[in-house]
């Protein structure tokens, strides 16, 4: 009963058996295989627009890519207190932009609210420098708390960038898991709504280790193979990259996965819902479940083979001192038995 | 007819076939599964020493975060004028280290002479301020050019190193090739010779994405997690590098790839030796091979499906105007039929 | 009526003169001269210790490349949420730390609270490298609304500091303020409160330009003259930043400027409380002075020639819907004729 | 008989004094006062076309951010293997560019050649990323061995430039020594010779601290006050800079400095060529003099008070076993007497 992360799957069958079947014979190296732009123009059928795709080996890099191609000295980009930029990545967004900064926005369950957003682009003001200037906005879709910005708060967040003259840039770790909890198309959820950039994420929903920065306009992308590879991101053979993206795009295996993980959180969430001993924190979109769980029972979880961790309580959730807010993160490989036995324990 | 580089070649079947192994199953992530411990294990075995041993993606980040991790202010590390981190990684070590610089030192055959060694150090005086100081020495083993240093080279190389104060770093993206071309231990060609850190690479024999930075002083390694994981290159399923790494030692066989690919160069510098229309511009020590060709013949091969590279002429070489120097690459993949398919299009 | 800021005012006329009268002769540059090391010796005995002290040129190169000294992998450095490190010094400290990180942290009137400064420590725990780790804690003193840390204060800071393994930094650039208004020793307000390194700072006193970074063990200074000659500090003609400070120190005349401009703020503080027309902010204790005025009195004080400027108002101050927060900073040419000016114009 | 370096010489008597004149009084903070503003106006007067100027503190911040503001990811800017910025600036340029390079090319007497640097710049084409790709050229005018480029010189290194598509940033720490040299005007050195960018110095010359960044496309500077707040550079009483090259300029001061030190200069080698015991290196073209000496006079002019600096013996340049070939620069400051001094030592 695993559900301490999505990371803690291995690679889905498919993908991983198309390692093998891609292992054979030679092949141009960083990126210039056919195999690399069939998959690059796979990337635009399903984007429904030409786009600049960008192979990185962790979201970390993708990430910390997407946001130096657009900074500019005394950049500021903006993004959620609890987003994976600020908070887990050690500083690396910071370290490749080469000292630009990141600048926590407030927003409840995990959403960066339009007003608070628009309050911390205004402490920047363009001519002001000793401030420094407003650079990216970056969100996270689904976002840390396993909940998804709709369509309509996407596209004020980057009307508000647009006003300010910066680009917006998602987060896509869990994309596709948000993609599903939406049911709209990879277009609609991105730059029909103004998203400018895209972190890409193939590896918590199945890949081994597929990651791609995605450009909805290709201009801006032109020095971006410098950055990449000045990055230490090119890899030399590229392919294993593409061919992991072949299999989760190869009919459409990287939906049903999410659909699936996702199909997998609410059946957990029912559990939660319907025990007496548990309530969730929050109401799950996506792939994670935020029960509240009695400290003992918390134990007991783990002593019997439970998987999860505790988890930071945010502002204005009411946790009791003998109470802890947990995680629990499912994924393609968690199975109904998995997530019933959950139930079971909590009965 | 593939020569072009060992980084053409897929994934050797073994490897491949270890990553379906592994795809079951849940694991903790970033580095702390079981297999990922019992594979740094594998690698104080390999050294027969306590090492330290961090896994990354690329051979780029493997040698610039090696750097890094003894770079201080002002640094200036040696190496070769030809060695892949000054000439073919985009500045990364230097972007990494935040601005530190890269020293090119001249020596025949892509070996750095001691003497060239010392008198480049030596411009760096520690109290002089204006020009920075030594920070590191880098050798490449097996060099750029198919050679390889000797023990006693490298020897005087780190007590040189040593004598000023600064460690010495072996880029070993083809380790594997110069230790089976010594016919030496792993241990004999590093630590026992005073290399201090090591980029292991096991990318271009075999494995499709597999490299670690090896520490020979473990204390020496204490703020090297920081280091990666700032660099974006703490992978979440790190377990997928560590089942590469596993087969690749598997009953040596990383030593039998790098046996082959050693021993068809060898049989195709023998083809050129042989030939009346080529000769070698040097004897290969490793898997790469450096034949004069005349331009016609260049055209010839190509036409006829050869693929590889021609190549800058170094300082010293007599190459005629209507020859070209040409760089053949041999791989765990390269065969027999390969190789002397070439033999006979020059016969 | 210039209450803008500190360094609207010029330079004092001793030290201005000083300028001239070390303006002829030859000496050794980039801080070689009997001067420079005079000068250097002359902070030892201000401080009472053997010090190791470096001249730069502005205070944000002082806050920058001090916190640069102690900086390492994925480091965090915390302040409070106004400092000026943070606020206003665009991106710097994190440019040249090469992308290391600041944190806020909160408390009344510019000052961090010991609480809440161990609590942000904590968000970092060690083994940890997703987050990064602690770096360095740095206070400002006097701080950017113009109270002061008391003894006591610093040494709780420190001490947590310490208990963190990690140094405590003061950004002094309003430090001679702060000093004569506590009535301590140099010594007494840093490193007998465990201070490890300050920006000492002279321009808002009375200088043109003359900024120090003071170690208080000179053994973590062994790098800094790389660290400083790397980011273009290292003035050639360093004797014109040691004339400054030679003047400055010469018949206290550094304290006698910091008592005048601090006994200004407090008549200037008087005006506001008797006025029926404003009320303070909160009381001044060093040279800066925060009244609250009505948007009505703020328009006429500048019509009438008052320069001072509105400021943010803080969490936890009820200011009115129809008044200003604004800040009057006083300073070594501020007469008394410019405070009672005010004076009158609001009574 | 001082002659290490020009920057063993103060500050010009009328430079200091106005520094005087000009430290009374309130103004606007961090370059927005009248002064500055009117100096920096003088500066579009000097140059005959509206350009955009930035005071810093150092020649190498002025070096280090002008190349910041052109390059790019993966970038490699060119100047001569003596220039100052590769060999004397400790990394500064690389260390504010984030990791940017320099590349040396080589030239007789400290000029690039053009086919040298045409070379250069031909081995990074534009679309082999692991290269990266050209981002400057810089040149040294005067260069760092008393030599001036002609007008000529600097247009073709300029065409080839823009051939590439890369600006030519010129280094004037010495400006005035090379202008008043060649006899033209600033314009006819500079952007009507296709300069983009220009470190104007004024501290070698007779200042304190006075040195500039000028743009000659002011659109290319718009990103330009963030780049130098961000490097620390913008000081908060700037118009002590301002107020440097108010006298600097006034009266044609800057030039008649120029005109006597170089004129010192050829007093100086007149006295070498007529002196049994020396002989020139070669001939002086701006105020530096390279005369080759007996070991044993070094010795005897150095017993007798002469301040002067040994120098690494260039390639092609015969110099015996029992020689040291000598730098000896000259200043405003320094006498006839001085010069004349020498001459008698050397008879």
Chains 1, 2, 3, 4 share one sequence.
Not at 74 to 87: K, Q, Y
Not at 95 to 104: C, I, N
Not at 245 to 250: G, I, R, T, V
Not at 287 to 311: H, Q, R, S, T
């Amino acid at each position: 009963m695993y559900f301490a992360s999505d990371n803690w799957a291995g690679a889905h069958p498919d993908i991983a058996r198309n390692l093998v079947t891609r292992s054979a014979g030679f092949a141009p190296a960083y990126g210039a295989s056919d195999l690399d732009k069939a998959v690059e123009a796979r990337f635009s059928e399903v984007f429904e627009r030409d786009v600049a795709v960008f192979f990185v080996g962790t979201g970390t890099a993708a990430n910390s890519l997407a946001l130096t191609a657009y900074d500019r000295a005394g950049g500021v980009s903006f993004c959620h207190r609890e987003a994976h930029v600020i908070a887990d990545e050690c500083g690396a967004p910071e370290y490749f932009m080469g000292g630009s900064r990141l600048h926590a926005v407030d927003g409840p369950l995990g959403r960066m609210e339009t007003d608070k957003l628009k309050a911390a682009i205004e402490r920047f003001p363009p001519a002001f420098v000793h401030g420094g200037r407003p650079a990216a906005v970056t969100i996270t879709q689904a976002t840390e708390v396993g909940t998804v910005y709709s369509l309509a708060q996407i596209e004020a967040l980057s009307t508000l960038a647009k006003e300010h003259g910066i680009p917006l840039h998602m987060d896509g770790a869990r994309f596709a898991n948000a993609l599903v909890s939406l049911g709209v198309s990879a277009a609609e959820m991105t730059w029909k709504r103004g998203v400018d950039v895209l972190s890409f994420g193939g590896t918590k929903n199945g890949c081994w280790c597929a990651e791609a920065v995605v450009f909805f306009n290709p201009d801006e992308a032109k020095d971006f193979p410098f950055v990449r590879k000045r990055a230490a991101q090119l890899f030399s053979k590229s392919r294993f990259i593409a061919a992991q993206f072949e299999a989760y795009f190869a009919d459409d295996l990287w939906l049903k996965t999410a659909r699936h993980s996702n199909a997998m959180a609410t059946r957990l969430a029912g559990h939660f819902t319907t025990s007496p001993n548990a309530r969730l924190g929050w109401a799950p979109e996506a792939n994670e479940v935020f029960p509240i769980l009695g400290k003992g029972l918390v134990d007991e979880l783990k002593d019997k083979g439970a998987v999860f961790y505790a988890w930071p309580t945010p502002a204005g959730l009411d946790v009791g001192p003998d109470e802890t807010l947990c995680r629990f993160v499912t994924s393609f490989a968690t199975t109904e038995a998995d997530v019933d036995g959950i139930g079971e324990l909590i009965a």
